[in-house]
C-alpha cells in the first residue's frame, strides 16, 4: 500500500509541470524496496545500491541546489543522456553538440562543414589536417623568421666589418693634387 501511495505521488509529479520535488524524482526513479512489491518486472542487473546512484544522477542535474529540477531541466538531462547511450550503443561516428556550452559549441560549429548540428569523424579528420597544415607552415614560417634574422646579423658584421676597414685604410691614403697617395709611418 505504502509503494502505491509513492507510486501515485510519482505519477503526479511526473503529470505536473514545474519543478519537481527531488524526493519525488528519486521516488520514481528508485526501484521498490525489497519488502515493497514491485509494479513491474526489475532488470536482472538491478542492485541494491542504486539509491545513492540516482539520488546523485538527480543531485548532478540540481545544479542550483533548489531541491526542485525544472521539467525543462529534466527534458534536457533525459534527452542528452538518452543521444548519448544510443551514439555509444550504435557505435556513432557523429558527436551532437547542441548540449555543450556556447564557447564549446563556437568550436564545434567551425568543424560543422555541413550545419547539421553534428560534427562527424569526416569533419573531424578534416579539422585535424587542417590543423596540422596550419602547424607545418607556422614551424615553415618560424624557421623563415630564425633565418632571416640569421642573414641581418651576418649582413650586419659584414657591414660593420667593411666599415671598419675602411676606415682603418683611410688613416693609410692622403690626396695630393686630386690624386691618391699611400701614407706610412713605417721607414724601411
Request: charged residues 25%; contains cysteine.
Amino acid at each position: 500500500m505504502a509503494s502505491q501511495a509513492s507510486s501515485s505521488q510519482a505519477r503526479d509529479a511526473k503529470t505536473s509541470s514545474g519543478p519537481k520535488k527531488l524526493d519525488v524524482v528519486v521516488d520514481s526513479l528508485i526501484p521498490p524496496a525489497e519488502d515493497e512489491e514491485p509494479e513491474a518486472p526489475q532488470p536482472s542487473n538491478a542492485r541494491p545500491d542504486r539509491q545513492g546512484s540516482w539520488q546523485s544522477l538527480v543531485q548532478s542535474i540540481d545544479m542550483g541546489n533548489e531541491g526542485a529540477i525544472p521539467e525543462e531541466r529534466l527534458d534536457e538531462a533525459r534527452e542528452i543522456l538518452r543521444s548519448t547511450l544510443q551514439a555509444k550503443e550504435n557505435n556513432s561516428s557523429t558527436i551532437k553538440y547542441s548540449h555543450f556550452p556556447e564557447c564549446l559549441q563556437k568550436v564545434f560549429r567551425t568543424w560543422d562543414v555541413d550545419g547539421n548540428g553534428k560534427v562527424s569523424i569526416i569533419e573531424l579528420q578534416a579539422a585535424a589536417e587542417a590543423w596540422q597544415r596550419k602547424d607545418e607552415r607556422l614551424k615553415m614560417m618560424h624557421r623563415m623568421v630564425m633565418g632571416l634574422t640569421l642573414a641581418v646579423l651576418v649582413l650586419a658584421s659584414l657591414n660593420f666589418f667593411t666599415t671598419y676597414l675602411a676606415t682603418d685604410l683611410a688613416k693609410e691614403v692622403r690626396s695630393q693634387n686630386g690624386l691618391l697617395e699611400w701614407y706610412s709611418d713605417c721607414t724601411t
